[in-house]
T-cell receptor
Framework: ETGVTQSPTHLIKTRGQQVTLRCSSQ?????VSWYQQALGQGPQFIFQ???????GRGNFPPRFSGLQFPNYSSELNVNALELDDSALYLC???????????FGPGTRLTVL | AQSVTQPDIHITVSEGASLELRCNYS??????LFWYVQSPGQGLQLLLK??????LVQGIKGFEAEFKRSQSSFNLRKPSVHWSDAAEYFC????????????FGTGTRLLVSP
């Protein structure tokens, strides 16, 4: 069984730009969640997608948006990047109502 | 306020010694409880989870955790630490019990001395 994969591994952007991060969920998992992990902090929940619909959102502004595709892969889009958006972005997949989240290796975003 | 607390930022343990990492939560109802480990530059790996039932939970890599309702705690333990256990450990809760929107503690960095 394949795990959760994310691309790219690292990314450098400048303030005001837009970025798209990608995630392929683990086989058989229909739910994808995104988390932001700032340096030295625990991950913070951004939002979750279940069967292509947003299924809950954390305390993040609307410039953070997402998509889930029919094959359950997902994108995280961030517009108007700010310096504080620099973080490790983690994607996690699960079976809805299931047994815990399975995380990908993350994308390290640096905003200059 | 609802929260997950890991009171120890860093812990240093000698190789072969026992380990206990603390986690307390503050929620009205008992949430689902998890422990994850993160090696440098890596994602999170699920060590174990507690939903209900037996309060002593066995996980991977020789870890176990004990749920204590009276103390709102879910502490992680390992009887004998190996150098490869050096990593960051996160306690997490799912307050809505099954909706997988995890709330994480700030983590405990484990250092293993020879």
């Amino acid at each position: 069984e394949t795990g959760v994969t994310q691309s790219p591994t690292h990314l450098i952007k400048t303030r005001g730009q837009q970025v798209t991060l990608r995630c392929s969920s683990q086989s058989g998992h229909n739910t994808v969640s995104w988390y932001q992990q700032a340096l030295g902090q625990g991950p913070q929940f951004i939002f979750q997608y279940y069967r292509e619909e947003e299924n809950g959102r954390g305390n993040f502004p609307p410039r953070f948006s997402g998509l889930q595709f029919p094959n359950y892969s997902s994108e995280l889009n961030v517009n108007a990047l700010e310096l504080d958006d620099s973080a490790l972005y983690l994607c996690a997949s699960s079976v809805n109502g299931g047994q815990g989240e399975y995380f990908g290796p993350g994308t390290r975003l640096t905003v200059l | 306020a609802q929260s997950v607390t890991q009171p120890d930022i860093h812990i240093t343990v000698s190789e072969g010694a026992s380990l206990e990492l603390r986690c307390n939560y503050s929620y009205g109802a008992t949430p689902y409880l998890f422990w994850y480990v993160q090696s440098p530059g890596q994602g999170l790996q699920l060590l174990l989870k507690y939903f209900s039932g037996d309060t002593l939970v066995q996980g991977i890599k020789g870890f176990e955790a004990e749920f204590k309702r009276s103390q709102s705690s879910f502490n992680l333990r390992k009887p004998s630490v190996h150098w490869s256990d050096a990593a960051e450990y996160f306690c997490a809760v799912d307050p809505v019990r099954g909706f997988q929107k995890l709330v994480f503690g700030t983590g405990t960095r484990l250092l293993v001395s020879p």
